[in-house]
């Protein structure tokens, strides 16, 4: 590709994106469901206008995600099960979560000039949920693979640390008919958690506990801490406080399991992480995807050993490591 189209490219990536966000915020995409449906009936039904739905469901179709057929609009097959709320491969808190990101995002110049996270109002009720079930929608094929991957058979008691919506929690659980499992994480997001506790009927064996992972301790006689994508929203020093935390709570040779998407030592790859990082500048005070080496010379520093690595879902690794007595 010559230049001035790898540039035209870049600077027009956020179209697709906007458009996308635009049509699941205003509710067209579950208003198509499985159906077919013109422009004028998604504006009458959706109270929306029906010039501005003809020219986005006409560039949703032009980028694959609509199907025109006459007059009609349908949602692709392909794309349906990740963009409807009900669907079991739902993406759609995430994408809902990408909007508040792109407010951050359009803030890098200032973020460049000052150093500091982009400016940005409380978060809303709504935008907390979109981020705490998007981390559902991230986590749960990643957390079937490490349950694939990680062997829990002796473990009795697990910390999923800033667990969230307590999917990994829930999926250790479920493999593992001995696993008792704690979720700790902020008072907002854990009622989310215990909610999909309580779907997965799981309340006998997962609990929830509310708190601030920086001041609170995590409990007692862990056998393992499970820390998924929380060390990229944290700076080095914040970063060392967890791992500090997370040793006090474990059982001697107890074991923790740092997941996250890690950066090969030039960080530049994968190319995914170091953009992620870029959306922890401007996102979080002191966060960034940490390279594994970093990642293991802070377990050492913090009284960690015997570290291996296992790749798991989209460029994730998980970095297992043991108390050291
Ligand atoms: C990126 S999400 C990861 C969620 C989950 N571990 C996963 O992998 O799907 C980060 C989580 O850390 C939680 N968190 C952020 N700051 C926290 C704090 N100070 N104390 C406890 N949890 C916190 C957030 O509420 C959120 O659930």
């Known amino acids: 590709m010559d230049g001035k189209i790898r540039v035209e490219t870049m600077v027009s990536g956020y179209r697709d994106a906007m458009v996308l966000v635009a049509a699941l915020k205003t509710g067209i995409f579950e208003s198509l469901g499985t159906a077919a449906r013109t422009p004028a009936g998604l504006a009458t039904d959706l109270n929306l206008d029906t010039r501005a739905v003809d020219i986005v469901v ?42 508040r990101m792109m407010a951050g995002w359009l803030q890098l110049p200032t973020v460049l000039r000052t150093g500091k996270q982009a400016p940005r109002d409380k978060t809303t009720p709504e935008e907390m949920r979109d981020f705490i079930c998007g981390m559902e929608n991230v986590s749960r094929l990643s957390s079937l693979e490490v349950v694939d991957k990680v062997d829990f058979t002796s473990a009795e008691k697990l910390l999923d640390l800033g667990g969230g919506p307590g999917t990994a929690a829930i ?33 006998d064996r997962i609990t929830t ?61 994968p190319a995914f992480a170091a953009q992620f990082s870029v959306n922890m500048l401007a996102m979080t005070a002191g966060g960034k995807s940490y390279t594994l080496t970093e990642t293991l010379e802070l377990l050492k520093e913090t009284g960690f050993g015997e570290f291996s690595s296992i790749p798991v879902a989209k460029g994730s690794q998980v970095v297992c490591g043991y108390r050291e007595s």
């Open 209 to 269: 506990v509310a708190g601030d992972f920086h001041t609170n301790d995590y409990g007692s006689d862990f056998d393992v801490v499970y820390i998924s994508n929380i060390i990229h929203m944290l700076s080095e020093e914040e970063t060392r406080g967890i791992f500090r935390r997370s040793r006090a709570c474990l059982k001697p040779g107890g074991q923790i399991l740092v997941k996250d998407f890690f950066l090969e030592d030039n960080r530049l790859e």
């Open 171 to 203: 999926t250790f659980c479920g493999a593992n008919p001995d696993l008792k499992a704690v979720v700790f994480d902020l008072e907002g997001p854990v009622g989310i958690g215990a909610e999909q506790i309580k779907a997965a009927g799981m309340e």
């Open 58 to 99: 006409h560039a949703l179709a032009a980028s694959g995600i609509l199907i025109k057929a006459g007059d009609t609009f349908s949602i692709d097959p392909e794309v349906r099960p990740y963009l409807l709320a009900d669907s079991p491969d739902t993406m759609a808190s995430l994408l809902g979560h990408n909007v």
